[in-house]
Nanobody
Framework: QVQLVESGGGLVQPGGSLRLSCAASGSIFRFNTVGWYRQAPGKERELVATIDSGGNTNYADSTKARFTISRDNTKSTMYLQMNNLKPEDTAVYYC???????????WGKGTLVTVSS
């Protein structure tokens, strides 16, 4: 069983920055793709960014120029650096870990990011 715990959310003004972290339990972190998703009020959960075990990244068009996903396999932790935040970035941000070989996906409980003046 894998547990994912997000941290780093909060209230930030438009144009500001935040760094989210997601710590994973267990020993399979380094072998699998991990990612960040978000869900705004009244909307469906959407992709923010993913990074695979080789460090290859994938971003949603809305976040590509402003967000950076990274991972530290020695700490079983991944990060999302968010710059130039906009009110439309307000959402609960979730991290996930995909074990493709087992068709399993693990999710964290989420951390709230609010962008408002």
């Amino acid at each position: 069983q894998v547990q994912l715990v997000e941290s780093g959310g909060g209230l930030v003004q438009p144009g500001g920055s935040l760094r989210l972290s997601c710590a994973a339990s267990g020993s399979i972190f380094r072998f699998n793709t991990v990612g960040w998703y978000r869900q705004a009020p009244g909307k469906e959960r959407e992709l923010v960014a993913t990074i695979d075990s080789g460090g290859n990244t994938n971003y949603a068009d809305s976040t590509k120029a402003r967000f950076t996903i990274s991972r530290d396999n020695t700490k079983s932790t991944m990060y999302l650096q968010m710059n130039n935040l906009k009110p439309e970035d307000t959402a609960v941000y979730y991290c996930n870990l995909e074990v493709a070989a087992l068709s399993m996906v693990y999710w964290g409980k989420g951390t709230l990011v609010t962008v408002s003046s």
